[in-house]
């Protein structure tokens, strides 16, 4: 290939920018022009291309977000939409396209693909949510500022003997939920897999805690178990003092999660994608996810990746039941 595209899609995830700079480099020591995609295939659409070469992309592996920026685009679903990026391939000379993102930015790349632009996916979510890959960019990162910040609010839960209920990202996903509440220690950990009873899985664990002599506590819920309507995290809050008679305080994380500095594991996976990504369109091949499994890169058809399905490790949430007493 002679002149490739990188994007980033969806959700922002810190590690974005580590696999952005990996692909424009690769590209660059091989000959091959590099066009940065602004705002994903918003700005695919539109046109919104940018040249990239080495020193484009200096000093960013250490920055979250996307120095590309992201959007999601209604009208890109559409056959139009479609077209029209397909049309602004063919006019830049794009042969190929990096797309970092999650499951939907995997979608648009399969129907890239499917019209003759050969399309390779980097899985790049908080959420670690994609079935064909062990680890995903960004969710490093998001577990340590989780585990920061609920850190920082467990100084203040044991200051004054309250129960503090925590809601974490994750979307309809609970390894954040479940690494995360291991780390910080929590009392109960709700998640969107396992199904729960309040009384048994929260109050009597609770109580059965404050009869060894602690008087503080942690709760962490995915926000997956929220976003079903089973109980929000203030609903949830005010039942666990009414119940326990511990003072609780409800607080959503929220996008704070998906901000900061990228951790080492992070930059190094993402420019392991990255390379990957551009060795895979040099050889021609397109219509493929980059990921990685029991700690190696591999790559998978886009049409298998997105049909595999993903499941929580049940001996890890049966672990963090048995030590968080």
């Known amino acids: 290939m002679k002149t490739i595209g990188v994007l980033t899609s969806g959700g922002d995830a810190p590690g974005m920018n580590a696999a952005v700079r990996a692909v424009v480099r690769t590209a660059c020591e091989n000959h091959i022009k590099v066009y940065g995609i602004d705002r994903g295939y918003k ?15 200096c000093d960013i592996i250490h920055r979250g977000g996307t120095m590309l ?3 999601r685009s209604k009208e890109f679903a559409t056959e139009e939409g479609m077209q029209k990026a397909i049309e602004i391939c063919h006019a830049y000379g794009i042969e190929g396209i990096v797309v970092i993102g999650g499951d939907g930015s995997f979608r648009g790349a399969r129907d890239l693909s499917e019209r003759g632009i050969p399309c390779v996916g980097i899985p790049g979510t908080i959420d670690n949510d994609i079935a064909c890959c062990d680890y995903t960019i960004g969710y490093d990162t998001c577990l340590n500022t989780i585990m920061e910040m609920v850190d920082r609010i467990r100084d203040t839960s044991a200051s004054h003997d309250r129960c503090s209920v925590i809601e974490v990202m994750g979307r309809r996903a609970g390894y954040l939920a479940l690494n995360a509440g291991i780390a910080v220690g929590a009392t109960a950990i709700l998640i969107p897999e396992v199904e729960f009873d309040l009384k048994r899985d929260v109050f009597d664990r609770i109580r059965r805690t ?8 942690l709760v962490i819920v995915a926000e997956g178990v929220t976003a079903d309507g089973n109980i929000t995290v203030d609903e949830l809050a005010k039942a666990i003092e009414e119940e326990t008679g511990v003072e609780s305080r409800a ?29 895979l369109l040099m050889d021609g091949i397109g219509n493929r996810v980059v990921a990685m499994q029991k700690d190696q890169i591999v790559d998978y058809d886009i049409f298998e990746a997105l049909n595999m399905k993903k499941h929580i490790d049940m001996n890890l949430y049966k672990m963090a039941n048995i030590i968080s007493i």
């Open 251 to 279: 607080m959503v994380l929220a996008h704070v999660q998906r901000g900061g500095s990228p951790t080492v594991r992070d930059r190094v996976v993402a420019s392991q994608m990255g390379y990957r990504a551009v060795e």
């Open 210 to 217: 404050q009869k060894t002599g602690k008087k503080h506590f």
């Open 43 to 57: 700005g695919l659409m539109e046109g919104s291309l940018i040249p990239m070469e080495i020193r484009t992309v």
């Open 69 to 71: 920026h992201s959007a």
